[in-house]
């Protein structure tokens, strides 16, 4: 739901009565992941994407039905048949929707995921999509190691079923990735309940050291792709707004002893990406030390092989092990030929992407594996 949390906002601030149609299931090669949603306003008009194009018009369709009934409906679109592709979805994935109405007077829990954004507290909302019909729409925000209250109230649902949910939900907020699943059956009706868990974390931070023009287009496309985008410099020449103005936080300072200051503060999760680009040993082979002592899940430093040779007998020589070392991405980005500070950008947060999901980079057409494999792992994984 993150991305059209601001037009929910904004729908709900002038009384209107939107549909909020999210992805709960997904099987195959599905091509949006559990979590995704579209909001669809009253007149039609969507806002975000569930599936790409393939089955948004058939969505929209089902949105009105729901907005005019006020009654939440699952919709499931795949394949129907041995022979061919049933409606939408020629990736040959299956995908389930689910879509609620929200006005503002049933929004109740909207206003604490607002605040909760706000401070930068995980949390996540968890909403009932299939099962018992008088539970199903129901949602509840719940916080890091917080219990779930409210959700299972007057329901029947088994204690274990119960506590199952509870260590669903705070595994999925401690791994930071949006799931489903699916319960114990209700002794009421002997029927499943399912959950969506739509996990919010603090944005991932991306730290770039050194204010070079390649630090201008790596900040604009971190920032674009959700990063918290913080680029330090010892030069105050260099480390101005006006000269990278997509990120968040400009600081002058040096950079290995920015970067102890961050860690000491408990500002800085493991699955922060370190960027050094500083082309300078004084500066880069000192916050790579920090970087490397501490580990993060991405560590990367520009140069020409010869100095990824140099920094590297430079770090060991600083009691870095081989395997340590081993883990520092220098030189940085994927292998694309990359010349411009652009393309450089390109190449740098490829290498990121693919280092979060354990990809091999390489392109698909020369790979079997399936196009979404870490997300269909990552789902197979959990309880159902």
């Known amino acids: 739901m993150r991305e059209v949390l601001e037009a929910l906002e904004k729908s709900l601030l002038n009384d209107q009565h939107v549909a909020l149609a999210t992805v709960v299931r997904t099987e195959g090669s599905a091509p949006r992941a559990v979590g995704t949603s579209m909001l669809v306003t009253d007149d039609g008009s969507p806002v975000g994407s569930v599936s790409g194009g393939c089955i948004e018009a058939s969505v929209i369709g089902a949105a009105a039905g ?22 939408g979805l020629t990736c040959g994935g299956t995908v389930e929707i689910f879509i609620q109405k929200y006005a503002p007077a049933s929004c109740r829990h909207f206003g604490s995921l607002k ?51 509870g260590v669903a939900v705070q595994e999925a907020i401690a791994s930071g990735s949006t799931t489903s ?73 040096q950079p290995s002893r920015y970067l102890q200051k961050e860690i000491a503060m408990g500002r800085l999760a493991p699955d922060a990406a370190i960027c050094v680009l ?32 140099d920094r590297r007998e430079s770090l060991i020589g600083l009691g870095h092990t081989d395997r340590s070392v081993a883990t520092l991405r220098s030189p940085i980005g994927l292998g694309l030929s990359a010349s411009t500070p652009a393309e450089t950008a390109v190449s740098v947060m490829a290498e990121i992407i693919a280092a979060k999901n354990q990809s091999s980079g ?8 399936p196009i979404h494999r870490i997300a269909l792992e990552h789902a197979a994984s959990k309880p159902n």
């Open 66 to 87: 729901v907005l005019a009934s006020g009654v939440p409906e699952l919709h499931r679109f795949g394949i129907s048949d041995d022979d061919g592709f049933g409606i």
């Open 115 to 165: 605040r909760a954004l706000e401070e930068n507290l995980p949390c996540a909302m968890v909403t009932i999509f299939d099962g018992v019909p008088d539970l199903v729409g129901r949602s509840e925000l719940v916080l890091q190691t917080a219990e779930i209250e409210e959700l299972f109230e007057g329901t029947a649902l088994a204690p274990d079923a119960v506590r199952a949910a």
């Open 181 to 253: 699943v699916t319960l114990l059956p209700d002794t009421r009706t002997e029927k499943p309940l399912s959950l969506l868990i739509d996990v919010y974390r603090p944005a991932r931070r991306l730290m770039i050291f050194g204010a070079i023009d390649f630090s201008a287009s790596l900040a604009q496309l971190g920032a674009f792709l959700g990063f918290h985008v913080t680029v330090c410099d010892a030069r105050a020449v260099f480390a101005t707004a006006e000269r990278i103005p997509s990120a968040h936080e400009i600081v002058v300072d």
């Open 278 to 309: 500083t082309h300078d040993s004084k500066f880069d082979v000192p916050v790579l030390d920090v970087a490397l002592r501490h580990g993060f899940a991405y560590i990367g430093a520009m140069g020409s092989r010869r100095t990824a040779r």
């Open 362 to 369: 390489l392109p698909l057409a020369h790979t079997s594996e």
